[in-house]
C-alpha cells in the first residue's frame, strides 16, 4: 500500500506506512517512457510518480472495500427526471437556490482552496413585477414597523411559506425595488465578513441575507452599525423553530398569505389578455378546494400558470388538469396507500399493512423491474414487524396476484406498465405510473400519514442502500432526498451522515445523490450547502470524499469559483490521490462558457504538487468531450482552443501533467491522439495542435519525446505522425 492511502476504518486521518509498496513496482512488461533530462528547468513542476497505473486504495486491513478508478463521465449524474417526480411544482433543477450561478466566469481570481471566499451581493431579477402579484399577509405591517426601527432584523417562518417573496417586498417599501440585493456567502464564511468589506454594499439599499442554522442575533448586532452608516436596511430570513415568547427583538415570525388570494393574483398577471368573465369561469369551488390544499405559494403559483398556460375548456378540461396538481396528487396517494378497511381485512389481519408496504415499495422502484419491488416490499414489513414485536409471518408475496395488491387506484397504471416494461427496459414488467408525479405524493403521503412507522421506514432505507444493489441504492437515494424537506436534521442524523462516512464508495455515492436531489426544489439549499461545507472541511477522509462526489452528481455552488474552491480543499486530501471522483466534478462543472476559467483554474492546480494529478485527469475527461452538436467528434476543448477563449499556455501546462504523470500519460496519449486525428481531418485545427505541441517544448524541451512515444503506441500511429507534424512545420521529433 502506499503511505498516502493508508486510512484507518474509520476514515479518520492517514498514517504512513512503513512497508514498501509492492505496487510501485514497474511491470516487466509494460513500456518505459523516455525520463524528462536533468536540469531542466520547467515552466511547471511535475511531481513525477513511480507507479504506472492505479491499484485498490486501500487494503483489506483498512476494511475498505471499493476500487479507485476512472469514474464513467456523467454516470454518477443524477437525473433531473427524478426531482420531478418528487418534488412536482418545487422542482427548480441543479442550480443554486440563491439568484442564478453569478459571475462571468472572467472577473474571478483562483483561489486553489487557500484565499478565503468573497461574498457576492446581487441585484434581484423582477421586483417590481413580484410587487405586482404580491399578497399582503398579517405579518407585513408588522414587519414595516420593525424595519422603521432598525437598520438589521430577521424574518423567521417556515420554509416554502412565501417568506423570501416577503422579505424582497419589505425591503422594496423602503427602498427603491432597483435598489433590492441579496447577499449570499460562501458557506464558510461569517457575516461579520461584510464588515470588512463596506465597498461591497450599496447605499440606501435594501438587503436579503438566507442565514442557516443560527447565530442571526449576533450576526444583527454586529451588523447593525454597518448598516445604519450606509443607510441600508438588512433583512436576515432564518428558518421558524423558536416560540413566540422566545423570539429577539429584532425577530419576527412570518405569517403565510392567503392562498386563494396567491392564485388569483397570479391568474390575473398571467391571463391579464383576457376578461373578467374569464377569470371567474377558473374560480369555481373545485379549484379553490385544489388551492387551499397547497403546501405554499409556489404550488398555488403552479395551478395559475397551468390554467394560464393551457386555457382549458369546460369543466372536463379543467377537472384534468387539476389531477396533475400537487394537492390532487396527494389525494390521490392517500387513495393507494389507504384502502378499504373493509376491501383488505376480511381475508386477513395483515392485508392491508401489506397492500400498503407492497404500494409504497412500487413508486419508491417506479421504471424499474418488479422483482426489486416483491423484494424491498417483503424487507420493509420485516422491518414494520420487528419495531412492532410481532413473529416473523413470513412473505406474503405469493398469496394474491398484483392486481389485488395495487388495488383499483394503481390498476390501470400496472396494465400500461406492460408495454411501457418491454419498450424501455427489456423486462417484462416493470412499476409504472402514469402520472410521475404521483410517486413523490405517495411517499409524502406514506411519511406523514403514517408517523409511527417511521423509524421502520428510515430502516428500511438504509437496508437498500446497505445490502442492495445499485438499483436499491439509488430508489432509496431519491426517496431519502424527498425525505431531508420534511425533517433535514433526522434524515441526516439517521441515514446521510452515516451513508457519508461510510467505507463502501457505493454507500458514499448514495450519500451524494441524497445531497444532490435535496438541493433540486424548495429552500433546504442553504442546509445543504452547509452540510457540504461540513464534510469538505471535516476530519473524516470518507466525507470529504462524499463531498466530491456530490459535486460529480451535479449539484453547484451559486459561484463557480466557490464550487472550485471546494474542490481543490478536497483534492489536497492524500486519499483522494488515486480517486477521480474530483475529475469527474469538474467535469459536471464544465460548459463552454466557462471553458476560459476552469481551464486556467486547472492551470493553476497544475502548479501544486498535491493537485497536479487531478488537474491532469480532469483535463483528460474536458478533453475528450464532444461539442455539442457536432457530427464529426469535434472536441470541444480543441474548439475553444481554436477560437480564442482558452489560453494556449494554460492548456499546455495540463497536457504536460498529463503526460508527466504515469498514471495519467497513457490516456493523455489516446486522447491527443483523437484530437490530432481531427486536426488531421480539418486543416483548420493543424496551426492549433502544432502551436500546442509547441508550447509544451519550450515548457520542457524533452517532453515531446515522451509525447511523441505515447502517441505512437496508443493512436493508431504506427506508420508515423502526419506529414502536417513532422515534415511540415517539424514541431515533433
Not at 398569505?257 to 396567491?262: F, L, R, S, T, Y
Not at 390554467?307 to 389525494?331: C, D, M, T
Not at 404521483?438 to 421506514?457: C, P, Y
Request: hydrophobic residues 40%.
Amino acid at each position: 500500500m502506499d503511505d498516502d492511502d493508508v486510512t484507518p476504518p474509520d476514515g479518520t486521518s492517514e498514517s504512513p506506512s512503513s512497508g514498501p509498496d509492492p505496487a510501485s513496482e514497474q511491470r516487466a512488461d509494460a513500456p518505459v517512457p523516455p525520463r524528462a533530462a536533468e536540469g531542466q528547468e520547467p515552466a511547471v513542476e511535475v511531481a513525477e510518480q513511480t507507479r504506472t497505473a492505479p491499484v485498490s486504495s486501500l487494503g483489506s486491513e483498512a476494511g475498505e472495500s471499493d476500487e479507485a478508478g476512472p469514474i464513467d463521465p456523467d454516470s454518477l449524474r443524477l437525473d433531473q427526471r427524478v426531482a420531478r417526480e418528487m418534488f412536482g411544482d418545487l422542482f427548480t433543477g441543479i442550480v443554486s437556490s440563491a439568484p442564478a450561478q453569478f459571475g462571468s466566469h472572467n472577473e474571478m481570481h483562483n483561489y486553489l482552496g487557500r484565499r478565503p471566499l468573497d461574498p457576492i451581493v446581487a441585484s434581484l431579477p423582477d421586483v417590481d413585477g413580484l410587487m405586482s402579484v404580491y399578497v399582503r399577509t398579517d405579518s407585513d405591517g408588522d414587519l414595516d414597523r420593525l424595519l422603521s426601527q432598525r437598520h438589521t432584523a430577521c424574518l423567521a417562518g417556515a420554509r416554502n411559506s412565501g417568506r423570501y417573496s416577503a422579505a424582497q417586498v419589505a425591503l422594496s417599501r423602503r427602498h427603491d425595488p432597483a435598489r433590492v440585493y441579496e447577499i449570499v456567502l460562501p458557506t464558510d464564511v461569517s457575516p461579520e465578513v461584510l464588515v470588512s468589506k463596506p465597498d461591497k454594499l450599496p447605499v440606501d439599499s435594501g438587503f436579503v441575507l438566507r442565514l442557516p442554522g443560527t447565530g442571526h442575533v449576533d450576526a444583527m448586532r454586529k451588523l447593525a452599525a454597518l448598516f445604519r452608516g450606509r443607510s441600508s436596511t438588512l433583512l436576515l430570513i432564518k428558518e421558524e423553530e423558536t416560540a413566540r415568547g422566545d423570539r429577539p427583538g429584532a425577530e419576527m415570525r412570518h405569517a403565510p398569505p392567503d392562498p386563494i388570494e396567491v392564485f388569483r393574483s397570479h391568474l390575473a398577471r398571467e391571463m391579464r389578455d383576457e376578461g373578467p368573465t374569464t377569470l371567474e369561469r377558473y374560480q369555481n369551488e373545485e379549484v379553490e378546494a385544489a388551492v387551499k390544499a397547497t403546501y405554499g405559494p409556489k404550488e398555488c403559483v403552479a395551478i395559475a400558470r397551468a390554467i394560464a398556460h393551457e386555457r382549458p375548456v369546460g369543466a372536463e378540461a379543467l377537472r384534468a388538469l387539476l389531477e396533475r396538481s400537487q394537492p390532487k396528487r396527494r389525494e390521490r396517494a392517500a387513495e393507494v396507500l389507504l384502502p378499504d378497511a373493509d376491501r383488505s381485512s376480511g381475508r386477513n389481519r395483515r392485508a392491508g399493512q401489506h397492500e400498503r408496504a407492497f404500494r409504497l415499495s412500487y413508486a419508491v422502484f417506479y421504471h424499474r423491474p418488479m422483482h426489486y419491488v416483491f423484494e424491498a416490499a417483503d424487507w420493509l414489513l420485516r422491518e414494520i414487524d420487528s419495531a412492532a414485536l410481532r413473529p416473523d409471518w413470513g412473505s406474503m408475496a405469493l398469496q394474491y396476484p398484483v392486481t389485488d395488491l395495487l388495488g383499483d387506484a394503481l390498476k390501470r397504471d400496472w396494465e400500461e406498465g406492460r408495454e411501457a416494461g418491454v419498450a424501455t427496459l427489456g423486462a417484462s414488467r416493470i412499476a409504472w405510473i402514469r402520472d410521475g408525479g404521483l410517486r413523490g405524493a405517495i411517499i409524502d403521503v406514506a411519511w406523514h400519514e403514517f408517523d409511527g412507522t417511521r423509524r421502520s421506514l428510515l430502516r428500511w432505507l438504509d437496508r437498500l442502500v446497505v445490502e442492495g444493489d445499485e438499483v436499491m441504492q439509488r430508489a432509496a437515494a431519491e426517496t431519502a432526498g424527498l425525505l431531508t424537506h420534511y425533517d433535514f436534521a433526522r434524515i441526516h442524523e439517521d441515514l446521510v451522515d452515516k451513508w457519508a462516512a461510510s467505507p463502501k464508495q457505493e454507500v458514499r455515492q448514495v450519500a451524494a445523490w441524497t445531497m444532490t436531489l435535496s438541493d433540486m426544489a424548495g429552500d433546504v439549499g442553504p442546509m445543504v450547502r452547509k452540510k457540504l461545507s461540513e464534510w469538505c472541511s471535516g476530519s473524516s477522509n470518507y466525507q470529504r470524499d462524499t463531498a466530491a462526489r456530490v459535486y460529480a452528481s451535479g449539484l453547484q455552488q451559486t459561484v463557480l469559483a466557490w464550487s472550485m474552491y471546494d474542490l481543490a480543499r478536497i483534492a489536497r486530501n492524500k486519499y483522494q490521490k488515486r480517486r477521480y471522483a474530483v475529475a469527474e466534478a469538474v467535469n459536471q462543472l464544465y460548459s463552454p462558457d466557462r471553458a476560459a476559467w476552469i481551464v486556467a483554474e486547472l492551470a493553476d492546480w497544475a502548479r501544486d504538487p498535491l493537485l497536479q494529478v487531478h488537474a491532469a485527469r480532469a483535463l483528460l475527461v474536458l478533453a475528450a468531450q464532444v461539442e455539442h452538436g457536432s457530427s464529426d467528434g469535434q472536441p470541444d476543448v480543441l474548439l475553444r482552443l481554436a477560437e480564442g477563449s482558452v489560453e494556449l499556455r494554460h492548456l499546455s501546462a495540463l497536457w504536460l501533467v498529463a503526460f508527466l504523470d504515469p498514471t495519467t500519460a497513457v490516456e493523455a496519449g489516446r486522447t491527443l491522439a483523437r484530437w490530432i486525428r481531427h486536426a488531421d481531418a480539418n486543416d483548420e485545427f493543424r496551426d492549433d495542435i502544432i502551436a500546442l505541441l509547441e508550447s509544451i517544448r519550450v515548457s520542457r524541451n524533452t517532453a515531446l519525446q515522451r509525447i511523441t512515444f505515447y502517441l505512437s503506441r496508443h493512436s493508431g500511429f504506427g506508420d508515423g505522425l502526419p506529414d502536417w507534424m513532422t515534415t511540415e512545420r517539424r514541431k515533433v521529433p
